[in-house]
């Protein structure tokens, strides 16, 4: 059984690789908005290390066996827009646990212009997803998930529905390498009227290194539909306070790629009692900086 899944996981991979390699420009691109603060304090690698909540954005496959909890998280971003976060995950079984999350996008007010360059007006663009997210371990502890997406967008009042799939793994490598790899909004396209675009498809791969201590390391790369080749790296700290509480600090860089901006980013966060609080700040230079906040609580 775990050889014939591990068959299906690498026809699905190569499948959305021939089709990554062959889209063109993409819709929805509030969908490459990564979730949680942790992982933006680390320039958005995650796909090996995420768990919990944030990995149904990531990699479905960190669902595996994770521990309840609740997350919520805002993101002031680029252009007066914003990000809203909610996600829950349910733990079924000592390696299954299910999960689901809700991002609504805002845009800020875009200039309406008629075919003469004269502005005549304002609009702005909405954007909501919802996924349902299933993990487990499989194939004797071989991490695997997948999340169900629907997807919703409306531009100048012209609205738009689509439905998605992520499929994602995990292989540890030994104690200290994990291996992670995801297929993100493989799935339908979003028909404004007479126009039909594709969701912004993405292959990510990438290694978290445990160099002991509190001290890790990641690294990502992303092969987009809608752009060109990109990277993540970061690098967490975080120790124990004795007790329940704990904190740590963060830092990494993001690489275009998957249709999002580039930059340098820094957090930190602290847990107490099962409850953390997680800040980043996400530099895009001349763009300007944007900040997230998030709240996860043990459940």
Known sequence: MGKIISCIILACFAAAGAQAAGAGSAAA????????ARSAGMGDAAVAGSAGAEAIY??????AGARGEALFSH???????????????????KGSSAGILVNYFMSGAI??????GLKVG????????VALCWGLNIAGGFPFGVSLKYIGSTIDGTASTAFAADLGVRYSLGNSLVF???????????????????????????????????????GDVNIPSGG?????????YAVSLGG????????????????SLSGLSAGAGIGFGGIYVDYALIMFGDLGNNHRVSLKVNI
């Not at 509030?30 to 949680?36: E, H, K, P, V, Y």
């Open 29 to 36: 691109d509030f969908l490459n908005i990564s979730t949680g």
């Open 58 to 63: 990531w990699n479905p496959a960190g669902l």
């Open 75 to 93: 993101t002031i971003w680029a252009a007066d827009s914003s990000l809203e976060t909610a996600g829950q995950v349910l733990q079924l079984s």
């Open 111 to 116: 200039n309406k212009v008629d075919n003469t």
């Open 122 to 129: 304002t609009y702005s663009n909405s954007d909501i997803s």
């Open 180 to 218: 992670g790899a995801a297929v993100q909004n493989i799935g339908m396209q979003l028909k404004y009227n007479s126009l039909s675009e594709s969701l912004p498809m993405n292959i990510i791969a990438g290694l978290l290194f445990k160099a002991g201590g509190s001290l890790s390391f990641e």
């Open 228 to 236: 060109s080749f990109g990277y993540s790296a970061g690098a967490e």
């Open 244 to 259: 329940s509480t704990s904190a740590a600090l963060r830092a990494g860089y993001k690489s275009a790629g998957t249709g």
